[in-house]
T-cell receptor, first 112, second 115 residues
Framework: KQEVTQIPAALSVPEGENLVLNCSFTDSAIYNLQWFRQDPGKGLTSLLLIQSSQREQTSGRLNASLDKSSGRSTLYIAASQPGDSATYLCAVIDNYGQNFVFGPGTRLSVLP | DGGITQSPKYLFRKEGQNVTLSCEQNLNHDAMYWYRQDPGQGLRLIYYSQIVNDFQKGDIAEGYSVSREKKESFPLTVTSAQKNPTAFYLC??????????????FGSGTRLTVV
């Protein structure tokens, strides 16, 4: 059964720092991987979707990479801002399943 | 704009009462999903539906029921059999069949509290 973990569970950084969030999954036969952002009490907002044939995706200050063989994805946030404070979740779907499996999330605080 | 609408935003349930959470999408997506989120835990799948008039149990379906009579709508009923229903409920949709090729789109959630 696919399991997804995220490290660290929480992270606090000063404004302007570059940072990396990690996502690991146990079954490397994934179909795609998606990164989400969740603000307190809100739904999930999609940030980046990486297909299994891709190695990375970029959107503005965000860059997500995927290494299927090692079962890892990283989300890189450049020049962090207080508005980036939120919980970041990754989710994977494998070649056999119908649904995404979510990690527990990383709670990010960017201090002004 | 296309999206998913969940209502109500807040819902209070008395002991022994059934309540229904609404989820409507205008994205023309085939698949719809219900997740439950508890503090400190990841999202857990309750039910999902790949096509109209068909749905499947997820990991924590006990105490919940769904229907999919229209492509746009996937309501979730929390029955009295669900002993610990207080949680944040999220609805999602996707297109592209197996593997959700284009990923998930989520609604803004419903917070259910037992009083």
């Amino acid at each position: 059964k696919q399991e997804v973990t995220q490290i660290p569970a929480a992270l606090s950084v000063p404004e302007g720092e570059n940072l990396v969030l990690n996502c690991s999954f146990t079954d490397s036969a994934i179909y795609n991987l998606q990164w989400f952002r969740q603000d307190p009490g809100k739904g999930l907002t999609s940030l980046l979707l990486i297909q299994s044939s891709q190695r990375e995706q970029t959107s503005g200050r965000l860059n997500a990479s995927l290494d299927k063989s090692s079962g890892r994805s990283t989300l890189y946030i450049a020049a962090s801002q207080p508005g980036d404070s939120a919980t970041y979740l990754c989710a994977v779907i494998d070649n056999y399943g119908q649904n995404f499996v979510f990690g527990p999330g990383t709670r990010l605080s960017v201090l002004p | 704009d296309g999206g998913i609408t969940q209502s109500p935003k807040y819902l209070f349930r008395k002991e022994g009462q059934n309540v229904t959470l609404s989820c409507e999408q205008n994205l023309n997506h085939d698949a719809m999903y219900w997740y439950r989120q508890d503090p400190g835990q990841g999202l857990r799948l309750i039910y999902y539906s790949q096509i109209v008039n068909d749905f499947q149990k997820g990991d924590i379906a006990e105490g919940y029921s769904v229907s999919r009579e229209k492509k746009e709508s996937f309501p979730l009923t929390v029955t009295s059999a669900q002993k610990n229903p207080t949680a944040f409920y999220l609805c999602a949709s996707s297109n592209g069949g197996q593997g959700s090729y284009y990923g998930y789109t989520f609604g803004s959630g419903t917070r259910l509290t037992v009083v």
